[in-house]
């Protein structure tokens, strides 16, 4: 997804779609300065692929939550069922993008501590977008879930704030 | 299912001495790969796509002597397949009976058939651990905490471990394409 693409989808659409896309955009600068670093880094293609390979599914994750999100709404004049139901499925893609967000931060700090300034300045900005989108997806799941408190889903997700929180420390 | 499969050489050097069982597993070896041909890049609908597909092992059977090196088998039934769909194109189009398929289309899909079968034979030569590790990355899209809880391996070490088997996959991607011979014989 280039950037007017990325933008056009934020139009009418879900604050997942944006943490999601911060995800992918995050993930993108990983892979660029992983790439940047192959004389000097002998895991940096896998890195780089690594990276990629999240950016496209943070991509797929952002269309899923558009969905998702159009599904919740819909469900809104059907019942509380129908709408607790809809509301249910709608947390689980934030919690997909907060996994997904997460390990490109874990990868920003693999990045950063190969210790050159130009790769650490690009993974500091990184991690900083990527534990970014998790906090948000995390924020989404939270009112998701609504009244569903006791779902393990928010323990899992605050774990993950935690650690992408973690991830963008060792890249500083 | 054999625990060690034969090579292509091997699998063809059997076909040669009459034994039938070789020639089920040539098919069941290589009809992934016809099939990825005839459907993705030149796009045949399904009753057309089986009538090249029983062609091209016909042929296989027919012709298997034209061919002159035994590991070159794959090339030279992608060759067959390629010349086929060709050829049944050309004549439903005189018949009117099929839309022109873009120009180039084929090829770049093929590129990408050939990549994808590339990659899935350098995974069959990785250790079990790398083909899991990059099967749950890759393919299921298994966060590094998921792989880390599965696999029983430190959280911290997931995303190194993937680069360390990506490298090895590289190389043996790099040795298949160095040894990889062109297709021989008249297909």
Redesign the interface.
Known sequence: MDAPTAIAALENSSGGVAAALTGALAAAVVASSAAAAREVWAEAGGTAAQAAKLQRRLTILAKQDAEAYAAALDARGRGDQALGDALDRAAQVPLEIAEAASDVAALAADVAEQGELALRVDAVVAATLAEAAVRAAASLLEINLGVLAEDERLERVRALVAAASRNLERCR | MPLVTDSDAELVARCRSGDDEAWRELVARFSRYVYAIVIQAYRLPAADAEDVFQEVFARTYERLEDLRDDASIRPWIGQLTRRLCVDHLRSRKREGELEPIEQGAPDATLARIEEALSIREGLKLLSAECQEILDR??SR?E????ISGALGIPG?TV??R??????KL?EQLAEGRTASPAPSGEA
């Open positions: 990355f890759f899209d966060s590094y905490e998921t911290g995303a190194s993937i680069s360390r088997c990506l490298a590289r």
